[in-house]
């Protein structure tokens, strides 16, 4: 059964860094690429970071420069290092397989970016 788990999230005020975990389980972690993803409210799912399985990352302009994806294929775990973070970040942030598998959505973690 494929699972991910979410973890990291919180509230923090403008220009304040989180650093998100996504626990995978269920899938050949190491050969898999993998993505963060976030949802805010009124607004469709979309994706913030990838990560290949060799190491190769990607970002849409609207977060690059200030996150980081990296991964540690021994623990099965995805990251997100998010640095100036703006209110405009605020969303549940996912992780997922690169494409995403739709039936594989976990519950998310809340980040709040608010003074």
């Known amino acids: 059964q494929v699972q991910f788990v979410e973890s990291g999230g919180g509230l923090v005020q403008p220009g304040g860094s989180l650093r998100l975990s996504c626990a995978a389980s269920?899938?050949?972690?190491?050969?898999?690429?993998m993505g963060w993803y976030r949802q805010a409210p009124g607004k469709q799912r979309e994706l913030v970071a990838t990560?290949?399985?060799?190491?190769?990352?990607n970002y849409p302009d609207s977060v690059k420069g200030r996150f980081t994806i990296s991964r540690d294929n021994a623990k099965n775990t995805v990251y997100l290092q998010m640095d100036s973070l703006k209110p405009e970040d605020t969303a549940v942030y996912y992780c997922?397989?690169?494409?995403?598998?739709?039936?594989?959505w976990g519950q998310g973690t809340q980040v709040t970016v608010s003074s």
């Open positions: 269920g899938i050949r972690f190491s050969i898999a690429a």
């Open positions: 997922n397989v690169y494409p995403s598998s739709p039936s594989n």
């Open positions: 990560i290949r399985s060799a190491g190769s990352t």
